[in-house]
T-cell receptor, first 115, second 113 residues
Framework: GAGVSQSPSNKVTEKGKDVELRCDPI?????LYWYRQSLGQGLEFLIY????????KSGLPSDRFSAERTGGSVSTLTIQRTQQEDSAVYLC?????????????FGPGTRLTVL | AQSVSQHNHHVILSEAASLELGCNYS??????LFWYVQYPGQHLQLLLK??????LVKGIKGFEAEFIKSKFSFNLRKPSVQWSDTAEYFC???????????FGTGTRLKVLA
């Protein structure tokens, strides 16, 4: 079956512009995660959605970052007024449920470059 | 704050050499442990995981990892690496009862043919 997909695969934007990154999780997966991978850094947790529960936004680095998940499926991560330090690979993952025993399946990521 | 340390950032080995990648975490409670691998141009994928039971965990492609609670470690091993093992390896921890993964910074492994 289809895995987690993300679009675009690459995004180059100018400082100050807004960007939207999209994630399509595996069908039937109720949990969805966003991570950021900066050069030389590990994966940094950003936000977590589980079913209809309120998302855990504790990892969002600033109020310029927001995310939504419509209909319990597709998710969009929005970065407003992008800064150069936002340049990174943004990874999305989904799992069958939010429990610890559920393996996370990762998408290919979106490489964001802010000039 | 909880953290995961991978001390080896870059490792270069010849084929057939043995591999051990270190992973240490800082948390005194019950944890669940994972190794993920990212081959060049591919997605992150699960290599192996430990939740409970036998502390020696077998994964795919001949990898294994040993959970040593007293050392807060979960080192990844492979007796004989192949060129195709060239990849970046990430250790991750979740605290028992939570879903939030804490990842290490990764180790880039290059295997010379």
């Amino acid at each position: 079956g289809a895995g987690v997909s993300q679009s675009p695969s690459n995004k180059v934007t100018e400082k100050g512009k807004d960007v939207e990154l999209r994630c399509d999780p595996i069908s039937g997966h109720t949990a969805l995660y966003w991570y950021r991978q900066s050069l030389g850094q590990g994966l940094e947790f950003l936000i977590y959605f589980q079913g209809n529960s309120a998302p855990d936004k504790s990892g969002l680095p600033s109020d310029r970052f927001s995310a939504e998940r419509t209909g319990g499926s597709v998710s969009t991560l929005t970065i407003q007024r992008t800064q150069q330090e936002d340049s990174a690979v943004y990874l999305c993952a989904s799992s069958l449920g939010g429990g610890v025993g559920n393996e996370q399946f990762f998408g290919p990521g979106t490489r964001l470059t802010v000039l | 704050a909880q953290s995961v340390s991978q001390h080896n950032h870059h490792v270069i080995l010849s084929e057939a050499a043995s591999l051990e990648l270190g992973c240490n975490y800082s948390y005194g409670g019950t944890v669940n442990l994972f190794w993920y691998v990212q081959y060049p141009g591919q997605h992150l994928q699960l290599l192996l995981k430990y939740f409970s039971g036998d502390p020696l965990v077998k994964g795919i492609k001949g990898f294994e990892a040993e959970f040593i609670k007293s050392k807060f470690s979960f080192n990844l091993r492979k007796p004989s690496v192949q060129w195709s093992d060239t990849a970046e390896y990430f250790c991750a921890v979740t605290l028992s009862g939570t879903y939030k993964y804490i990842f290490g910074t990764g180790t880039r492994l290059k295997v010379l043919a």
